[in-house]
């Protein structure tokens, strides 16, 4: 009976070592995916920083090309009056001419009718 004590004592204090080395694995596992969670939870606030400067970044471009369009339409505008201005000047131009040349027409038959006579 004490040789079977002692043998359930041995087997007992291997187990209690088996335990012990088993419990100092999981703990360095443990320590390992700390470490890994931490450094995950690193990147992923690095990244949704990223992402916050991404996207004010987005937010003054649409702003800006809001400006351009604006600034687009008021040169349309501008553009758009000039080319009528140009065409309403076009059409005086064409007139004059026409004017011009009916004058010239008409001093060429008064000078000679004011030579000869």
Do not use: W, Y
Not at 80 to 94: F, H, I, P, T, V
């Amino acid at each position: 009976l004490h040789q079977q004590a002692e043998q359930t004592c041995r087997q007992l204090f291997r187990t209690q070592e088996e335990h012990e080395h088993l419990l100092q694995a999981a703990v360095e596992q443990t320590k390992g995916l700390e470490h890994s969670l931490r450094s995950a939870e690193a990147v992923l606030a690095e990244r949704a920083a990223e992402l916050r400067d991404a996207q004010a970044q987005l937010s003054r471009n649409k702003l800006l090309i809001e400006d351009l369009r604006g600034e687009n339409r008021r040169f349309a505008m501008a553009l758009q009056a000039a080319e009528l201005k140009q065409k309403s000047m076009q059409e005086k131009n064409q007139l004059l001419e026409e004017q011009a040349s009916a004058l010239k027409q008409l001093i060429g038959k008064i000078t000679p009718a004011s030579l000869s006579g």
